[in-house]
């Protein structure tokens, strides 16, 4: 965000965490389950 | 297309109403895409049973065709295009999960020659898009724009650039409209230039990641080759959006030189900023099959559930192209990109084709 904007009134939420963490948490997630063996198989 | 890239960014206002937003697009990804599925398995079938000469269309040129036919044709309505602007949040989880394919020593034994085709294509697009810029006398930020779309990343590079060079949204616009068409353009072309070559799985994966630019297009163009080449396609291609910090810093400076954008300060936070965090996940599930956390059974379950995030990626790669609205962006920018494109997939044609004999791919 440009300097310009830092004075408004309104300032817009910054996002919590950008898309690409929130890829990796699902990756993770999916990994942990397929690990602990909660997807024992998935299908194609 | 532009749409689907200003959808991305809205902030969230309420988390749970921005997630159920979300649903209908990804329901309508996840259905078109499974129908390129159904199509791939039955109509070659069918052409078999009843004589025909069909060729075996594979999924993802499938899912692509149907997303493209709909965007085209009735357009996507309001409902759908949040869902359908998460195609990269799939993208980069599929990568992520793409990782446990890869032992940690084979991505440092192919990522070795890799990096260094990919600095010669990042120095050479620099340079093709730069000069064809001035030739055909774009404004300097547009022709930076372009040479970062063309160079790294595509999309992102674009978004990343526009931000730390303070470009016009005009600009990136057309800088992003043509990268995208091209991108879509190198689906249909790619394939077929690779098979008059005959070009191995191995060679025609790192062209892919080397010469077309957006991430999304890069891995369905390998994709569509072969599996094996879609994985190189995946592995090059990432290789180059590790690098994309340090071509926007390069650029960010540049233009902070000639007092046209806000002067750097702290550099390596603007690198951790700009570094892709999915290429961190890949090398860390990648380093987690290496030490055998998975057996392989569940690899082949990773291995699928990454098949599944591509198929929503390949469905939204369809979807996001709109023809009509790419062609409003004007000839000039799509004509130096053409050009540019044209002369990076020769001139990294001809690189592969070095490496094939150096390496023996």
Redesign the interface.
Known sequence: ???GNEGALVT????WL???????L???A??AL??AGV?????? | MADAVLL?QV??ARPVAQFVKLIPGVLLLAGVGYAGKLLEQNVWKYAKDHHWTFPNIEYVLWAILIGLAISNTVGIPQIFRAGVATY??????GI??LG?RFLLGDVLKLGGPTLALVLIEIVGAIAFMTLLGRVFGLKPKLATLLAVGSAVCGVSAIIATK?AI?ADDEDSSFAIAAILALGALALFTFPLIGHSLHLSDHAYGVWSGLAVDNTAEAAAAGALYSDAAGKLAVLTKTTRNALIGFVVLAYAIYWASKGQA?AVGNKAAFLWQKF???V??FL??SL?ATLA??NK??I???A??S??AFLLTFAGVGLRTNFRQLAKQGLRPFAVGAIGEVLIAVFTLGLVYGAQRIFHW
């Open positions: 965000m440009s300097k817009p939420r910054k996002r950008s898309l690409d963490t929130w890829a990796v699902l990756a993770f999916l990994a397929v690990r997807f024992k198989h998935v299908p194609w | 991305a902030q969230p990269e949040f799939w993208l980069k989880a992520v999960l446990a931000g303070e806000q892709p965090k999915f961190l996940g860390l599930i987690l956390v998975f059974e569940q082949g379950a990773l699928n559930l098949r599944w």
